[in-house]
Structures are given as structure tokens and as C-alpha cells.
């Protein structure tokens, strides 16, 4: 098994976790991989964007707010450097550049996710279609097929109307489901002619957590103690003034704790039913009244970390890695692929979130393929007092750990305090998928992976560009990605 050690932000070398036993090191003699590597035709690589982080024109062509617009207007310090999503990358106005630099990497396919803002201003159709923002995605998507690329179309990336949390509490009300059905349809009515990939939700979980648990990402509603939000969750911090950011996000944090104190420990797994439910209304929908015509294929996008134990020699610890992957991951795929949550979620999933037979049928097999973001691996720790109640109690975890018993750092750390590089940690999911869910699994995309780096003032255009961090850890992933295929 090969080691190595990599220097932290005190310049003092730390030993690196070793490659599992039977894993290969990927890319050992720096072999440039390619697409040519990747010998099947129809093989897509692409990038990934979210509506609100690149778009901008918030205000602009008929868009209204959505809970992220309500989080950094109202809330600046719930982002690090208090920027917000008003222009953004400004892809409204560049996505012709965008595109055609795109197709000028080698780029086959894009996917994208639409505002359900920007179309359905008022959250429901009844309330109003906006020719607007149906005519910039058309434009999109002509675009995307002008430079012979596949569009692969999310349809909810985290930016639900402001207005239908304020009516009902979005996602933690069933009425979420049939408005999602009705958003969901309109897009494959007006797209569905050119659009061959759908993806109803991505990363329910996050979703879920953040939003539920934690209380970091809109609709900040925390179910757990501010002390332990900030104790269990990764941060994001890649900003240029960590100190001041560090405050402000704490400052945020605690405002979404005194506006979320009537929130409940049950939350977030109702929350997680009804995404669920919704993804699982799109499907249903796209299945009956476009599949026959339109000939595309619908799934889900769900994140996972991969984990190992903190004592390889704990059988707690050996178990704690199974529930922290059942807590994030088989959350979502074990309701779709086998009717049921799994069997160490089963006795802390509330009543209100459990599913009555016939939404579980409907649930079951909603998917013609698996999304699946992967960007890091961390290390699992069993916690065997866990204080309070709720999902972070549920899944007795210390919490995410990133070194080992034996002092070993799981990866090279990146710019992001939750993102060390592991790309032998994918080919151990990716086995893992393959081991458990047998002959219910379906095709898998991997529809995100990526690097984080340090936002520094130094960073010029120039040497931002010359990245070469990034390249390796996309080579070193690549490898790994070959070898599980073959």
C-alpha cells in the first residue's frame, strides 16, 4: 500500500492515509488520461452548474425571490464574504461565451438547472407562466445543441420560490409535492422536446441538513443546538479575510437559531419524505404524459462522502462508517431502490415521515439513473453518548473527522475546510454501489466532482488559471473512475 505526506498550514509534515488494500494508486506514472480513454461513444463529460450561483439577473426578466435571495439580502452574513447571487457569473447575460468555451474544452454534454423563479414567478402555475424565462432557457438549450452538446437539465437545485415558503413552509408541507409536479411539467412541456436527461432534485440531503439540521442554508431552520450546529457541520470558508467571515457566519448562524427555536427534531426527515414525494410526483408525471413522446430519461443527483473508521481495529467505529453512509446517502437511494429507509435509520424515522404503502410504490424504481456528486472522504468516529435528540444524535457520530487513531490525514486538504483529496475514495463508493444494490441499480452519471481552492487577493486571472491542483485531482479521479469500469 502506498503513503505520503503532505505539509499543513504550519509547514509541518503529517502522514497520509493509505490506499485500501486491493486499490490501486491511480495515475501512478502521470499518464495524461483524455476522453479517448473513455472508449464508448455515447460517454459524456461536461460541466455542472446551479441557477443561482451563476446566473445573476435577479431582478431581471420576470424573476421573483427565492429562499436564497431571502438569505443574502436579508442575511448577508450567511454567506462568508457577504456577496449574494444578483449577478453572480452573470450567465444571463454570457451563456453564448459560456457555452462556446465549453464546447471549446471538449465538452459534450452541460448541465444546468433551471429557476423555478424565473418561470414560474408566483410558484404555481395558476399564478402565472413567464414567457420570459421560458424563452431564456429555449435559448440555452438551442445553444447547448448548436455546439452538438447533450443539455442535462436539473429541475430544483435548492432555490425554491420565497413566496411558497412563506404560504406553507415549502418542503416541510405536502403541499409542496403538487406544485413541484406542476413546475416539473411545465419544463417538460416546454423542453422536454430537446431535453433527453432530467434530474428532479439535487442532493436532498443537503437540502435536508442544511436547511433542517443545521440551519445553514435557507430556510435556516436549525433542529439541533446553535453549539452543535457549529460543532458538527464542515464549513465553507475559502475566503479572503477568514476571521471576519468566520464571525459573520457564526452571526448568521445564531440569527437562524433564534428565528428557527419552534423548529422540531422530526423536521428533517419530514422534509427528506416529501422531497421524496416530489421527486417521485416529476417522475411519475414524465413517465405517463412525456416518456412515449419525448423518449428521455429521468433521475435524481444524490452526494455521499465516503468514510473509514477511526480505529480500523473498532468494530464501532467499523459500524459508525455504515450509519454515516445510510444517514446520507441510503436516506434517499434505499426508499427508491428497495421501498424501505435503512434498517439503522428505521427506528428514529418519526411518524410523519414514515411512507404509506402506496407512496412508497410510487417512490420505489423512480429512477431511470443515479446522479451521484462525490468530492471527498472523511473519517467516521462511533459516539457512544450522543447529546440532544434529533439527526445528529440519530446517527451517533463524533462527527466528521478527517485523521485517523493512528494520526493519519485522510487526504491532501483543499481551499475548503470539508474537501480533502481522496480520489480512490469514488472507486470505493462506486464498488460499493455495485456490491450492495446488486441488480437494482441502475445506470450511474456522475453528475459532480471538483476541487476547491483558496480565494485570495493574490490570485490574478492568470495564475488562477494555472491550476494545476485541480488538474491532478480530475486525473487522479479519471484513473479511478477507468479502473471501476473495467
Same mark, same amino acid.
Request: charged residues 25%.
Given at each position: ?71 443574502? =439580502? ?80 436539473? =429541475? ?180 427508491? =431502490? ?139 479521479? =479519471? ?8
Amino acid at each position: 500500500m502506498e503513503s505520503g505526506k503532505v505539509s499543513n498550514d504550519e509547514d509541518t509534515e503529517i502522514p497520509i492515509f493509505p490506499y485500501p488494500s486491493g486499490v490501486l494508486p491511480a495515475n501512478n506514472d502521470n499518464t495524461k488520461i483524455t476522453r479517448h480513454d473513455f472508449r464508448d461513444d455515447d460517454f459524456l463529460f461536461g460541466s455542472a452548474t446551479s441557477a443561482y450561483q451563476v446566473e445573476g439577473a435577479a431582478a431581471i426578466g420576470g424573476r421573483s425571490m427565492s429562499v436564497w435571495d431571502h438569505l443574502t =439580502l436579508g442575511n448577508p452574513g450567511g454567506i462568508d464574504d457577504q456577496s449574494n447571487g444578483n449577478v453572480a457569473a452573470d450567465m444571463y447575460h454570457r451563456y453564448k461565451e459560456d457555452i462556446r468555451m465549453m464546447k471549446q474544452m471538449g465538452f459534450n454534454s452541460y448541465r444546468f438547472s433551471i429557476s423555478w423563479t424565473r418561470v414560474l414567478p408566483g410558484g404555481r402555475w395558476s399564478a402565472g407562466v413567464n414567457k420570459e424565462g421560458i424563452e431564456f432557457y429555449n435559448n440555452v438549450i438551442d445553444t447547448i445543441i448548436k455546439y452538438e452538446m447533450e443539455p442535462h437539465v436539473t =429541475l430544483f437545485h435548492f432555490d425554491l420560490p420565497q413566496c411558497l415558503e412563506k404560504e406553507y413552509e415549502g418542503f416541510l408541507n405536502r403541499k409542496i409535492v403538487d406544485d413541484f409536479r406542476e413546475y416539473a411539467e411545465l419544463c417538460f412541456w416546454e423542453f422536454g422536446d430537446r431535453v433527453k436527461f432530467w434530474t428532479s432534485i439535487n442532493e436532498p440531503w443537503s437540502y435536508a441538513f442544511n436547511g433542517y439540521v443545521t440551519g445553514s442554508f435557507p430556510p435556516n431552520k436549525p433542529s439541533c443546538t446553535l453549539e452543535e450546529a457549529l460543532r458538527s457541520m464542515p464549513t465553507y470558508k475559502c475566503s479572503v479575510d477568514s476571521k471576519k467571515a468566520s464571525k459573520a457566519f457564526e452571526k448568521s448562524i445564531s440569527i437562524a437559531y433564534e428565528c428557527g427555536k419552534n423548529c422540531s427534531p422530526k423536521d428533517p426527515y419530514i422534509v427528506g419524505k416529501n422531497l421524496l414525494l416530489a421527486h417521485a410526483a416529476a417522475v411519475e408525471s414524465y413517465r405517463t404524459k412525456f416518456e412515449d413522446s419525448q423518449g428521455g430519461k429521468i433521475g435524481i443527483a444524490l452526494n455521499s462522502v465516503w468514510y473509514v473508521p477511526y480505529d480500523k481495529n473498532s468494530e464501532e467505529d467499523k459500524k459508525a462508517v455504515t450509519r454515516a453512509i445510510d444517514f446520507m446517502f441510503g436516506w434517499f437511494l434505499d426508499p427508491i =431502490l428497495r421501498g424501505s429507509y435503512p434498517d439503522t435509520m428505521k427506528r428514529y424515522i418519526p411518524h410523519e415521515a414514515k411512507f404509506k404503502p402506496e407512496e412508497i410504490e410510487k417512490v420505489r424504481g423512480s429512477i431511470d439513473f443515479l446522479g451521484f456528486n462525490y468530492y471527498t472522504t472523511h473519517v467516521a468516529k462511533h459516539d457512544p453518548n450522543p447529546q440532544g435528540e434529533g439527526y445528529l444524535a440519530d446517527r451517533r457520530l463524533v462527527k466528521d473527522l478527517y485523521v485517523t487513531k493512528e494520526g493519519l490525514q485522510i487526504g491532501e486538504k483543499s481551499g475548503a475546510e470539508w474537501l480533502y483529496v481522496v480520489p480512490w475514495g469514488l472507486h470505493m463508493h462506486l464498488k460499493f454501489l455495485k456490491d450492495t444494490y446488486k441488480g437494482d441499480l441502475p445506470p450511474i452519471h456522475i453528475t459532480e466532482n471538483g476541487y476547491a481552492d483558496k480565494n485570495t487577493k493574490e490570485n490574478t486571472a492568470y495564475r488562477a488559471s494555472q491550476d494545476q491542483s485541480r488538474v491532478k485531482y480530475y486525473q487522479d479521479h =479519471l484513473a479511478h473512475l477507468l479502473h471501476v469500469m473495467k
